[in-house]
């Protein structure tokens, strides 16, 4: 793995468990809370947190596409993921997954035990 997809894998990483807590924090905070209170004035800056993140979320899963060269399932999972309250925390497993396995892999080419 070439350090330009082990970095957007990274980025992605970083930015799959805040996209991943700020809708179920949307949810409990905003919607609930505006409805049993007088606290409405959460939701705008929530909902403007969540969907910054989901697009920011995107923009890297499709930089990861590209440089990782991913099969279409693999990115419509990742895709999925971050559409469930907490599916980005599963997300985040499988990426460090991804990433540690990437540079075991790197690693083992470059000391020419694998011949890629």
Known sequence: MDIKTATALHRLRLISIPEALSFPALII???????????DFLM??????????????????????????????????????CLLPFGGLYGDKLLKRYESDGVIAARARREGTVNA
Do not use: M, N, Q
């Open 29 to 39: 905070f905003g919607s609930i809370l505006s409805r049993v209170s007088d606290i």
């Open 44 to 81: 705008p800056p929530l909902g403007a947190l969540h969907g910054l993140l989901f697009v920011i979320y995107v923009l890297f899963l499709l930089d990861v596409w590209i440089k990782a060269k991913w099969p279409v399932k693999r990115v419509a999972l990742f895709f999925v993921l």
